[in-house]
């Protein structure tokens, strides 16, 4: 069978995007999944997004990571289908997406798009974690995807690979895990972030939903007001709208780019 395919990056977040609203790609092939997201031996991304039908929405995003896991959404990915999804037909360009962690709005103004974001929660401010015998003050949310944030005052020396692991599969993230997030703030409406996110197993050159959380945690612990301007690892500048609450926020929009890369084939079976 031949699939045809789209890749496409947000803020150097790249991904495998294919249109399946006919339901017939084999997403319960979990390995086959996995050796698609290799960079040596498949077509190398961070994720495989598939477009499906939707009952509510105007269509269902659902997200596979490199390890062939199913997640409940993706921030930059989602930028990335929304694009797609109007440019094929599937959705005009105000839309809204179905995903495992609820209906996401998104608008899309060529390779800028716009999307509001699920309501963050499961708040938990200034814990702090012992990693490698240092304390490490933190915050933590769901903002799609579960969520650490640290600051840290050298982020370019910042051990985010180690650090991170260590953090993903701590007992206070069982069973789901976590995805580990290091900021600098750069100034009172900016700060600078590096990912390890969970499911790649990897530091990534940007994460959405951890750019997201980022800023809410941030600004929660009174380091910086919105919006915020959050410069990834790629150096990409993404921009993070929401309304403070004493309880939380709200209102939560992340904007930046969904540009493509290429289109291709891939084979499955003989």
Known sequence: ???????????????????????????????????????????????????????????????????GSEVEMCGNGARCVARLAHEIGAAPSRMTIDTVAGQLQAEVA????????????????NRTLVVEGETLRYGFVNSGVPHVVVEVADLAACPVVRWGRAIRRHADFAPAGTNANFISVTGPSALRIRTYERGVEDETL????????????????????????????????????????????????????????FRGEMEYGN
């Open 110 to 125: 060529g390779e800028t798009v716009r999307l509001a974001m699920t309501a963050p929660a499961d708040w938990r401010l």
């Open 1 to 67: 069978m031949k699939i045809p395919f789209w890749k496409m990056h947000g803020a150097s977040n790249d991904f495998i995007l294919v249109d399946d609203r006919a339901g017939t790609f084999p997403a319960a092939d979990r390995a086959w999944l996995a050796g698609l997201g290799q960079r040596r031996t498949g077509i190398g991304s961070e994720g495989i997004i598939l477009i499906q039908p939707s009952a509510t929405a105007h269509f269902r995003m659902r997200f596979f990571n490199p390890d």
């Open 206 to 261: 940007a994460c959405g939903t951890g750019i997201v959380a980022a800023a809410l945690v941030a600004a929660r612990h009174g380091r910086v007001q919105p919006p915020v301007a959050v410069t990834a690892a790629s150096g990409d500048v993404l921009r993070v709208e929401f309304q403070l609450m004493s309880d939380g926020a709200r209102n939560v929009i992340l904007e930046g780019p969904a540009v493509h890369v």
